[in-house]
């Protein structure tokens, strides 16, 4: 399996500003992907990171909120952007090596927006 | 939107017990799995069952499909209380948009 690791952890930010999270695995995987969780809720995907080429958003993001980089096969951040008090959540990497296979996520960025 | 729905919600048992958590979704699927989050970390895959599957055991667990139903069960036998956590199920379509959805948990509590 792979390992995931995700920073930051958690942090506090003001709002209007933009935060990066950053998402490192320890070998090279095909797929990359980008989640939010409300605390104590379901997991919602935000968008698939493509490598060398533009993330593919699902229904209700879009990437000037949330532009997403990936590249290589083992990196990929996730910005979000003018950030609101309803950006607040958790916010997920995950990792596979092929469709239809399991994901491996990582522990999480907790963000609170003052 | 969410393609299962997982019930129960919540779980409390003694140690010891067994655990059994359902999940039904809406369309035909590839694949179910089952997924384990601890508080305040990510997910942990636990099983993958395949359309073509009916039942599959991992250790103390054992996952049920019906898809007829479109439920899947997870059990989980002689309960130890560092199986406290919240657990969900994940379906891949069969509509070539092959993303994982996931339901909505249930959230089990191991009372020692």
């Known amino acids: 399996s792979a390992v995931i690791s995700q920073k930051p952890s958690r942090d506090i930010c003001q709002r209007g500003t933009s935060l990066t999270i950053q998402c490192q695995v320890d070998?090279?995987?095909?797929?990359m992907f980008w989640y939010r969780q409300q605390p104590g809720q379901s997991l919602t995907l935000i968008a698939t990171?493509?490598?060398?080429?533009?993330?593919?958003?699902e229904s209700g993001f879009v990437i000037d909120k949330f532009p997403i980089s990936r590249p290589n096969l083992t990196f990929s951040t996730l910005t979000v952007s003018n950030m609101s008090p309803e950006d607040s959540s958790i916010y997920l990497c995950?990792?596979?090596?092929?469709?239809?296979?399991?994901?491996?996520f990582g522990d999480g960025t907790r963000l609170s927006i003052l | 939107s969410q393609q299962g729905e997982e019930d129960p919600q919540a779980l409390s048992i003694q140690e010891g017990e067994n655990a059994t958590m359902n999940c039904s979704y809406k369309?035909?699927?590839?694949?179910l799995q089952w997924y384990r989050q601890n508080s305040g970390r990510g997910l942990v895959h636990l099983i993958l069952?395949?359309?073509?599957?009916r039942e599959k055991h991992s250790g103390r667990l054992r996952v049920t499909l019906d898809t007829s139903k479109k439920s899947s069960s997870l059990l989980i036998t002689a309960s130890r209380a560092a199986d406290t956590a919240s657990y969900f199920c994940?379906?891949?379509?069969?509509?070539?948009?092959?993303?994982?959805?996931f339901g909505t948990g249930t959230r089990l509590t191991i009372i020692p």
């Open positions: 990171a493509n490598q060398g080429s533009e993330a593919t958003y």
């Open positions: 069952i395949r359309s073509n599957e």
């Open positions: 369309t035909s699927i590839n694949n």
């Open positions: 070998s090279q995987v095909t797929m």
């Open positions: 995950s990792a596979s090596w092929a469709l239809n296979q399991p994901q491996h």
């Open positions: 994940a379906t891949i379509t069969n509509f070539g948009n092959e993303k994982l959805t």
